[in-house]
Antibody, heavy 119, light 111 residues
């Protein structure tokens, strides 16, 4: 079964760091462009980062310089290293697979992991 | 303020047809980038509903259809059912922002 399972969320103080993990099964992470998308409770979706099959990375301005996306082929996993966290980073974080190169559609999503930034 | 604009809410009675609009600009939908639609049931992750403007993934009923024209796109749902009550999001790519962008979401209420 094709599946993504996130972990690593939790409570962190403003200015702190957290690393999210996303374990994939049923497909090879390195063969797809992979993404992180977040959602503030009761609000809409926001794209957070992407890593291409060649290892190139992409970020929106809201997290650039603070968040780092990476993957580990041996573990078939995706990661999001978050630093200098702010209250506005509080959200459910989803990892997602891009359906096919260049499509930009996310066909597989994890169940999400909650990140709370608060003192 | 989302890059793609959706109505906050729509509603319809069972069996009726509803449409949800998604309005963009010349740097995203109007530039020719594809629009995708997601359905998010309460407490769950989003699910891909329409990709590449008009295509349905396997398993999505043909009651759901998508279209695109100019700087806008639409999701149509016919034969409304109670289980269609959910939040719906459009998504595309924006060349000015160099990234994926979402609409603010539309809550569908089945009366």
């Amino acid at each position: 079964e094709v599946q993504l399972v996130e972990s690593g969320g939790g409570l962190v103080q403003p200015g702190g760091s957290l690393r999210l993990s996303c374990a994939a099964s049923g497909f090879t992470v390195s063969s797809y462009e992979m993404h992180w998308v977040r959602q503030v409770t009761g609000k809409g979706l926001e794209w957070v980062s992407a890593i291409g099959t060649a290892g190139d990375t992409f970020y929106p301005g809201s997290v650039k310089g603070r968040f780092t996306i990476s993957r580990e082929n041996a573990r078939n996993s995706l990661y999001l290293q978050m630093s200098s966290l702010r209250a506005e980073d509080t959200a459910v974080y989803y990892c997602a697979r891009e359906a096919a190169p260049g499509t930009s559609a996310f066909d597989i999503w994890g169940q999400g992991t909650m990140v709370t930034v608060s003192s | 303020q989302s890059v793609l604009t959706q109505p906050p809410s729509v509603s319809g009675a069972p069996g009726q047809r509803v449409t949800i609009s998604c309005t963009g600009s010349s740097s995203n939908i109007g530039a020719g980038y594809d629009v995708h639609w997601y359905q998010q049931l309460p407490g769950t992750a989003p699910k891909l509903l329409i990709y590449g403007n008009t295509n349905r993934p396997s398993g999505v009923p043909d009651r759901f259809s998508g279209s695109k024209s100019g700087t806008s796109a639409s999701l149509a749902i016919t034969g409304l059912q109670a289980e269609d009550e959910a939040d719906y999001y459009c998504q595309s790519y924006d060349s000015s922002l160099s990234g994926r962008v979402f609409g603010g979401g539309t809550k569908l209420t089945v009366l």
